[in-house]
């Protein structure tokens, strides 16, 4: 722990001086940052020479609006329920019960904008309002995401032409970013 934090320190250290370069983070701060750029890191592997898996940060293609220079504190890492070792990132997370009652929680949904957004994003991309998930997730745990995408279930529009409730008030520097 006090290593990651000297480390979280001496990045954001760099920050103030040139900016978080995902190449340059050690693999154990790369899911969830997000570059000077403002491009999101993306842990990845590899077959090493010795055959054994390795792993290196590579900054991904995905952009984030207002988010820039971001590691992502510990606190959202354990509140929003996901793992600083993932590789890759995926939608198939939205549809388990137990990942979304934490992604929905108001103490990541309200609190960690960058992973909140990163996840809504995801559920767009799968035809799913993020807000509108959490609604149903906070109603029936059990049916999530599964009641939105099944047929004769009316998932929530891209943009919708009023405002969409959410489970908590959401300030305006913690709402999702529009993809």
Not at 52 to 78: F, G, M, N, P, R
Not at 125 to 143: D, I, M, S
Request: with cysteine; proline share 8%; net charge negative.
């Amino acid at each position: 722990m006090a290593l990651v934090l000297f480390l979280a320190f001496s990045f954001f250290l760099q920050g103030a001086l040139g900016g978080i370069i995902c190449e340059k983070l050690p693999t154990e701060l790369c899911s969830f940052s997000v570059s000077n750029s403002g491009k999101r890191c993306l842990l990845e592997n590899y077959a090493a020479n010795d055959g054994t898996v390795a792993y290196q940060c590579k900054t991904s293609d995905v952009s984030v609006v207002v988010i820039h220079d971001l590691i992502e504190t510990d606190e959202c890492i354990s509140a929003c329920g996901v793992e600083r070792k993932s590789v890759g990132i995926s939608s198939d997370f939205l549809l388990q019960a137990h990942f979304t009652a934490k992604l929905c929680s108001p103490q990541c949904y309200q609190a960690c904008p960058n992973i909140v957004d990163l996840y809504s994003n995801l559920a767009l991309a799968e035809g799913v309002h993020l807000p509108t998930l959490c609604e149903v997730q906070l109603a029936n745990p059990r049916r999530g995401m599964v009641e939105i995408k099944s047929p004769g279930a009316v998932a929530c529009p891209v943009s919708s032409p009023g405002p969409v409730s959410s489970p908590g008030p959401i300030s305006p520097a913690h709402a999702p970013i529009p993809a």
